[in-house]
């Protein structure tokens, strides 16, 4: 399926939103391009199911997904590279984790995950769980999360919103504190950050999908 081409014959959508305070974003010193992480999630192939579960195939496939159903949807916004936003983004081995704890039962391959979520969960509650990964503003860079311990985001989800949870001082990790406490939350990838740097989407890659309610 020729996602790119699929994706970016889609309409824009401004999203607006502000992010809590005591978050600083560093000034930019250039103005920033306007390159989609959609572009950049489809543009070396990747969005199609492989073997490779710290890639991210099940969150692109999820976006096509929704799109298809809900034309209208604001996940759309992941797709216009003018709209500002930072997104944290699960790998594969995330939903494949998320499911395990919807089902208990593994499942061994990526379209596998993607197909039993969309059975489990249905197309709007997917749409929830995207918008809840997008911090419109900003963007947002890991230095600058890295300084922002305690701050609350608010999300592309209407009234939903995450907290920084800075642990560590030699060697921190930024964890994401979501709606759902009965489960580990997410913790930012160190060597997935600034993904699209330059530009007005930023994503960070995350270990665990962030949770809207609590599972």
């Not at 969150?59 to 709209?83: E, H, I, M, R, Y």
């Not at 890991?142 to 001082?169: E, F, M, N, W």
């Not at 504190?177 to 740097?197: E, G, L, Y």
Request: no cysteine; glycine share 8%; proline share 5%.
């Amino acid at each position: 399926m020729k996602l790119r081409t699929t994706l970016t014959k889609l309409a824009a959508v401004i999203f607006t939103g502000a992010l809590a305070t005591g978050l600083a974003v560093a000034p930019a010193q250039a103005a920033p391009g306007e390159q989609s992480l959609a572009a950049v999630l489809t543009a070396d192939g990747n969005g199609t199911f492989d073997q490779n579960w710290y890639d991210y195939d099940i969150v692109t496939q999820a976006v096509l997904g929704v799109l298809a159903a809900k034309p209208d949807s604001n996940v759309k916004l992941l797709t216009d590279g003018s709209v500002a936003l930072t997104a944290f983004i699960p790998n594969d081995r995330a939903f494949r984790l998320l499911a395990h704890d919807l089902t208990h039962k593994w499942y061994s391959t990526e379209k596998g995950v993607f197909d039993k979520l969309v059975a489990k969960l249905g197309i709007d509650a997917i749409e929830n769980v995207l918008l809840y990964h997008v911090v419109p503003g900003g963007p947002i860079l890991a230095k600058d999360a890295l300084q922002a311990d305690g701050a609350k985001l608010a999300t592309g989800l209407p009234g939903a919103s995450i907290t920084v949870d800075v642990r560590g001082k030699n060697v921190p990790v930024i964890v994401l504190v979501d709606r759902d406490r009965n489960d580990a939350n997410p913790r930012v990838n160190p060597w997935q950050t600034d993904i699209n740097d330059g530009n007005q989407q930023v994503a960070h890659g995350i270990t665990r999908v962030l949770r809207p309610i609590n599972l």
